[in-house]
T-cell receptor
Framework: KAGVTQTPRYLIKTRGQQVTLSCSPI?????VSWYQQTPGQGLQFLFEYFSETQRNKGNFPGRFSGRQFSNSRSEMNVSTLELGDSALYLCASSLVLSGANVLTFGAGSRLTVL | KNEVEQSPQNLTAQEGEFITINCSYSVGISALHWLQQHPGGGIVSLFMLSSGKKKHGRLIATINIQEKHSSLHITASHPRDSAVYICAVSGADGLTFGKGTHLIIQP
């Protein structure tokens, strides 16, 4: 069966721009969670969506937002990009809320902000 | 806020050795995940534990809820086990991750 698909895989933006990343979960999975990975901070939780509702949010500024559609696909948006937003953005899907469920990760979207 | 500590940060071993990676956390959790990340970024979930012990092939994961501690063991290590191993705990704030253990298995 198809895995978790993230698009685009690579992108380059300049400061002040905005970016939208997409995540298509495994068929039947209803939870999508997003993570940021940087060399300095490691992996950090951004937010989790389940049944089109945000269920949990990490400690990130309001420039980071997301949404989930009725088919469970999710998007995350970062507005007014800063150099420090350069990172690998990963999403993961699970059958239900991720806390006590196995996660399946996508390959990630590598964002470079110039 | 949960604090997750992994040790060691770096580990180089010879093929065939028994490997242990440790993870400690500060606040009660609903589950603990062990993840594997190869160069290039892809992350694979190895185990999700809420109690006891799980085994999959040469990998074994244990958790002690009272001591807030988990271990990941690799038996008969192989160069293909070379990767970063990450512990993550699930709590009220979502997933909190350790910094990872960079494992290199030399032939």
């Amino acid at each position: 069966k198809a895995g978790v698909t993230q698009t685009p895989r690579y992108l380059i933006k300049t400061r002040g721009q905005q970016v939208t990343l997409s995540c298509s979960p495994i068929s039947g999975h209803r939870s999508v969670s997003w993570y940021q990975q940087t060399p300095g901070q490691g992996l950090q939780f951004l937010f989790e969506y389940f049944s089109e509702t945000q269920r949990n949010k990490g400690n990130f500024p309001g420039r980071f937002s997301g949404r989930q559609f009725s088919n469970s696909r999710s998007e995350m948006n970062v507005s007014t990009l800063e150099l420090g937003d350069s990172a690998l953005y990963l999403c993961a899907s699970s059958l239900v809320l991720s806390g006590a469920n196995v996660l399946t990760f996508g390959a990630g979207s590598r964002l470079t902000v110039l | 806020k949960n604090e997750v500590e992994q040790s060691p940060q770096n580990l180089t071993a010879q093929e065939g050795e028994f490997i242990t990676i440790n993870c400690s956390y500060s606040v009660g959790i609903s589950a603990l995940h062990w993840l594997q990340q190869h160069p290039g970024g892809g992350i694979v979930s190895l185990f999700m534990l809420s109690s006891g012990k799980k085994k999959h092939g040469r990998l074994i994961a244990t958790i002690n809820i009272q001591e807030k501690h988990s271990s990941l063991h690799i038996t008969a290590s192989h160069p293909r086990d070379s990767a970063v191993y990450i512990c993550a705990v699930s709590g009220a704030d979502g997933l909190t991750f350790g910094k990872g253990t960079h494992l290199i298995i030399q032939p």
